[in-house]
């Protein structure tokens, strides 16, 4: 995987064969891991998430599903989410970076270092903060303060509205392989559209004009 920030989680996920889905729900479940079973064939790994969250908090909870799917961890439920929050923050802001960027040992920070790191790694700044605790690259006086203080300024509650937030990323590759098995002719163009869930004339229009593909 490397040790570089991650630019395009969803798409990082998809190449590695995991399929996202993110889905209008009012339920208020982040997100959710799952094998889905296929007759004859082998489970394809799927990961849902909610639309509509903050970019950092989706990346986060996309991460946090991706280790409860790899990772074998005993316990009860709490112990889990530990277990699956831990390993979030860490693939998303791996040791090597974090140090290369903050360095190993700091005494204190300002919130203009925190937001650019926050562009940079992609997380919230609740994310942020718990990885360089876990790290110890913030002693336990430093994360308490800077906890209690996105706390007091609403970053850690619904909305989470913090500074500098990022787009939500969107799934993207299963378009793509509709648009080649069309051009490629292993999809008639009534099919490609039903998998794409538009009319045959606007995937027409998609298709063979520069401006609208540019654009949908």
């Known amino acids: ?13 998809e190449e590695r064969g995991i399929k996202v889905l993110v889905v209008d729900s009012e339920e208020r479940i982040d997100g959710v891991a799952a094998h889905v079973r296929r007759a004859g064939r082998e489970p394809v790994r799927v990961i849902v998430i909610r639309k ?18 790899l990772m074998e961890v005993e316990g009860d439920d709490k112990f889990c989410e530990q277990a699956a929050h ?90 793509r392989l509709c648009y080649r098995a ?5 999809l008639s163009a009534p099919k490609t559209a039903e998998l794409l869930d538009i009319t045959v004339r606007e995937l027409t229009r998609r298709m063979e004009e520069p401006t609208a593909a540019a654009v949908e």
């Open 1 to 13: 995987m490397g040790i570089d920030p991650i630019p395009d989680l969803i798409e990082l996920l």
């Open 52 to 69: 509509g969250v903050h970019g950092e908090r989706q990346r986060f909870n996309l991460a946090h599903e991706l280790g409860h799917m």
């Open 86 to 175: 831990r390993f979030a923050g860490a693939f998303l802001m791996p040791a090597e970076a974090l140090w290369s960027n903050v360095g190993r040992h700091r005494s204190s920070i300002g919130w203009s270092e925190l937001f650019a790191l926050k562009e940079l790694f992609g997380a919230s700044m609740q994310a942020i903060t718990s990885r360089r605790r876990d790290l110890g690259i913030f002693p336990p006086p430093l994360s308490q303060r800077l906890l209690r203080e996105c706390s007091r300024v609403g970053y850690r509650s619904a909305p989470n509205d913090e500074p500098h937030h990022l787009p939500e990323e969107q799934p993207g590759r299963f378009e």
């Open 182 to 186: 069309l051009a490629e002719g292993a």
